[in-house]
């Protein structure tokens, strides 16, 4: 209610549905950050706010949430709280939650104060007139009926699209990849090497920076898992491997993604708040310790670099 609330009284005066009072937006703005830090810490030890799967619970807060998110609350303000933006981007993105809010950007500024609305005013009350018969309109142009008529414009290509063809196939890799379920090294990761275009695809080690965070082993596996969610914007051109490490708290997390073309796409790097949670390095493949790490990160090797694997995950 507070977060709901509070969210509203600072957007609707920016908006012109209010008047707006600074006094009264300060107040409303230093109440939602009280709200959302008492969320922050509950959500640093749980996925969701009740159990271990989405419930009407979470529902109703991401509904509560979901116009700050849009409209108002920008990434600056969100980063005082990474574990609401972690709940509120993993929940948000579930299939059926989604399917309903739809695609969607959090703010990227806080709108201008517009002037109140004034509600629109009752027309005066006339005699009925006659009904003027309704005047002929000339037929139009051939030529200006098609402009109306003109079809949408297709939507701009990726521009992952418009780079030079790559010998490497990437669906032949991640079919190989999936059917392989013996001598995996011999006959997955000798293949991946046999398609892997250094020209048109580039591999990327990733560590996350607050890994003494990961103290609870179910909250760490749901964090990597909602990356993984995030990251479907991007399925067309990347492979990636997200390994948990540790028998024991705090949990390391590590990854090896393969994108298409020589950098990290930018629209990823946009789109996907969680990319700014790691350290990212270019993995130099002439490097012989360095490609043996793709390998070991690729077949799931254990131990790896000395600890055993909580868990591995998969985005293909």
């Not at 669906?171 to 190989?176: A, F, G, I, Y």
């Amino acid at each position: 209610m507070e977060i709901d609330a509070n969210i509203s009284r600072w957007v609707y005066p920016r908006l012109g549905y209010m008047q707006y009072i600074p006094p009264a937006e300060e107040g409303a703005v230093a109440a939602l950050k009280r709200a959302l830090d008492a969320l922050n810490i509950h959500l640093a030890s749980n996925t969701y706010l009740v159990g271990h799967s989405v419930t009407l619970a979470d529902i109703v807060m991401i509904c509560n949430l979901y116009y700050g998110f849009k409209l108002i609350m920008t990434k600056s303000f969100t980063s005082e709280f990474p574990h609401v933006e972690r709940y509120f981007w993993t929940v948000a993105n579930q299939p059926k939650i989604k399917k309903f809010l739809g695609d969607f950007k959090q703010a990227e500024s806080v709108p201008a104060v517009q002037s109140a609305k004034k509600p629109a005013q009752a027309k005066e009350s006339a005699k009925p007139k006659a009904k003027a018969e309704p005047k002929k309109e000339a037929p139009k142009p051939k030529a200006e009926a098609a402009e109306e008529e003109e079809a949408p414009k297709p939507k701009p290509k990726n521009p992952l699209d418009l780079l030079p063809p790559s010998k490497m196939i990437l669906d032949d890799w991640k079919r190989l990849y999936s059917n392989t379920k013996s001598n995996f090294r011999e006959v997955a990761i000798k293949g991946f090497w046999d398609m892997y275009d250094p020209e048109g695809y580039s591999l990327w080690f990733c560590d996350y920076k607050y890994n003494d965070e990961n103290t609870v082993s179910f909250v760490t596996l749901n964090k990597v898992s909602g990356f993984l969610q995030r990251m479907d914007l991007a399925r067309k051109y990347a492979f990636g491997k997200m390994l948990i490490i540790g028998n024991e708290p705090p949990y390391k997390v590590k990854g090896l993604w393969l994108f298409r073309g020589p950098e990290i796409p930018k629209f990823v790097m946009d789109e996907c708040y969680d990319m700014e949670l790691y350290d990212w390095k270019k993995a130099d493949i002439s490097d012989e310790e360095q490609k043996e790490r793709v390998n070991q990160m690729i077949e799931d090797h254990e131990p790896f670099e000395g600890e055993a694997l909580l868990d591995a995950k998969c985005f293909k």
